[in-house]
């Protein structure tokens, strides 16, 4: 039986647990800076009457749009304190899905980030927005801002605070008291490939389950730092959020994207949770320091290498080491990949990886640096997480064993089925939606193609709409040729096309920086637009060359024949990713259709 009733009770519960110690950790005016779980709690209380002040029941609804920053965690804690809903919102996200996900929420308070995400929502305000040919006016009953604006009639936190003095303290205990672990905490609005978002309802015990879960596993631990840089309109970043509280961890905010690896450096994080795109970044690059190195020190490098695989293949298959090959490891180490995990602070001690599949080589790559990879696998849908690699038992290339709440059955198309106390009620107001993906036995359908191998773990071939089927009547995983050519140093992004064509090829991007250095290396001239870049000769040749690579370990009919380089990479703010940086495939081929068609 769960110690906790909802998450807010969880919260409290921690925070007299472990009050004198740090909660958080952020920087500002280039200081880092602490709150204790006392001092954290004692604010999460003064939103919450602050929220009562204004008039919240419970149920009721409060977007929340802004970046991840410690106020973030406070509002949502003081929002589920209150008894209602936190609806969160990405702040990437244009005024008309801002506007839509307040509407369809009916979220009556609207919490923003700044004077900028204030201005999306004022635009919705103004014009309205229009779905599927019909209008909807926007109108929030209060707005809210962490930082302050110059619009006199939207409140600061601050402001918050002082209404809610007037709410008596018992009054929060009360509305937390009639809180029970079926009901509604949040409502997360699916990033969506395709269409409109869902409002998935989550429960606070779907969220108690998986964290009570995973703490079994024991992926974090009293006193760990873990680093905080995903968007927590995420689930994968709320998972972590919770995760933290439950298990007493220190969490440490990065500023930016942009100060990523200074704040990790800098912060020493033994937990770092993060979506596969940076850690292929951090494969690329590493890759292309490797390749750029010359004379004794190119020789060091593939040594430490040659070493560090050897090693990691002996770690992962049981083998006995040699003493001679430790001793070589522990040179190797020394001289060359302590400095690599010294970029990531030095005291990692699990990356975890979620939100799409991370490609095996860059998993194994990690490993042979001494950087274990826990990949795990849900969806917004299952709270966010179905299954995971565990500390002590992990197979690099899977997303691990299911959790010990968690059922999964593998359909005869191939499906992954899942079943447990973390999978969510629905689609809020999407009945049809809701009943295409829970079937009447109450099995979740993932839309995810998988297997289950010999030892229980959990593998993900691909998503089955995403699956292409070629003219020639051969199926192709497009996941696992673009993740095979993201291992490549210089491509940035690949989308793989031939769906009902005769063969398959692949829209390309480029790493942008990496380019730029092979370029001043080899005396390459580039030109000042990087848009012009992919009609280089030279950089043709050399991503020819890549893709070339990958093909070596495809077979024939999934191997890709022509390639385009797309002029620019893509990005959320392009709108060919969405906020978890996945790749948005209906908006890249609708954009890139002349290209396509060049290589057909």
């Known amino acids: 039986m769960s110690e906790f009733d909802n998450l807010a009770t969880m919260f409290f ?115 309205g927005f229009e779905l599927d040919g019909t209008a909807y006016p926007v109108a929030p009953r209060v707005v809210i801002s962490v930082d302050r604006t110059s619009d006199p009639t939207v409140l600061t936190l601050d402001d918050l605070v002082e209404r809610g003095r007037t709410v008596p303290a ?7 008291g009639r809180v029970g672990r079926g009901d509604l905490a949040t409502l997360v609005y699916t990033s969506g490939t395709t269409g409109p978002p869902k409002g998935v309802m989550q429960t606070h015990g779907n969220h108690l389950a998986a964290v009570e879960s995973a703490g079994r596993i024991g992926l974090m631990a009293e006193g760990d730092v873990d680093f905080f840089f995903l968007p927590l309109a995420h689930s994968f970043a709320r998972f972590i959020e919770y995760a933290g509280i439950f298990s007493g961890s220190v969490t440490a905010f990065a500023q930016s994207i942009d100060t990523l690896l200074d704040d990790a450096r800098e912060s020493r994080p033994q937990l770092f949770p993060a979506v596969p795109r940076i850690y292929e970044k951090v494969f690329a690059r590493v890759q292309a320091t490797r390749q750029g ?31 001679l090959l430790s001793m070589q490891g522990s040179l190797a180490d020394a001289l060359v990949f302590s400095k690599i995990r010294a970029v990531l602070g030095g005291q990692i001690k699990f990356l975890v990886s979620g939100g799409a599949p991370l490609a095996p080589e860059i998993a ?35 997303v691990g064993l299911p959790l010990d709440i968690v059922t999964l059955r593998i359909a005869d198309d191939g499906e992954i089925l899942a079943r447990g106390p973390n999978v969510a009620l629905g689609y809020y107001r999407r009945p049809e939606a ?36 070629t003219s020639g009547g051969k199926y192709v995983a497009p996941q696992t040729v673009e993740n095979l050519l993201k291992t490549q140093p210089y491509i940035s992004q690949a989308v793989l096309v031939g769906d009902r064509r005769k063969y398959c090829t692949a829209l390309i991007t480029l790493d942008a920086d990496e380019v730029q250095t092979w370029a001043t290396r080899e005396g390459v001239h580039l030109p000042p637009r990087r848009e012009e870049w992919a009609s280089v000769p030279a950089i043709h040749k050399l991503i020819d060359e890549e893709v070339a690579a990958a093909n070596r370990r495809l077979a024939s009919y999934e191997s890709v024949k022509y390639f385009r380089i797309v002029p620019r990479d893509f990005s959320v703010d392009g709108g060919e990713l969405t906020p978890s940086l996945k790749v948005k495939r209906k908006v890249v081929f609708d954009r890139y259709q002349g290209l396509i068609d060049e290589m057909y």
Request: charged share 25%; glycine share 8%; hydrophobic share 40%.
């Open 13 to 127: 519960a921690q925070a007299v647990r472990y009050a004198a110690q740090p909660r958080y950790r952020f920087k500002r005016d280039s200081h880092w800076r602490e709150v204790t779980w006392s001092a954290c709690a004692e604010r999460v209380r003064s939103l919450a009457r602050g929220l009562l002040a204004l008039g919240l029941d419970p149920g009721d609804r409060v977007a929340l749009l802004s970046a991840t920053r410690p106020e973030w965690v406070e509002l949502d804690l003081a929002i589920l304190a209150a008894g209602g809903n936190t609806v969160p919102i990405y702040p990437s996200n244009l005024a008309a899905e801002c506007g839509y996900i307040v509407v369809n929420s009916e979220s009556a308070i609207v919490c923003v980030e700044n004077e900028a995400q204030l201005a999306k929502l004022r635009q919705v305000e103004r014009d």
């Open 170 to 176: 018992e009054e929060i205990d009360r509305r937390i």
């Open 293 to 323: 190195a010359a004379g004794l020190r190119r020789v060091l490098l593939d040594w430490a290498f040659s070493v560090g695989h050897r090693l990691s293949e002996r770690q992962l298959t049981g083998a006995p080491t040699s003493a």
């Open 434 to 469: 809701t009943r295409e993906a829970w079937d009447a036995d109450g099995w979740f359908h993932t839309g995810d193609i998988g297997e289950i191998d010999a030892d229980g773990f959990l593998r993900i071939t691909d998503r089955k709409k995403d699956l292409i089927k």
């Open 364 to 398: 194994r790559f990690l490993h042979d640096l001494g950087l274990v990879v826990l990949e795990g696998y849900g969806l917004t849908e299952t709270t966010p997480i179905l299954t995971v690699n565990r500390p002590s038992r992990y197979k690099l290339g899977t």
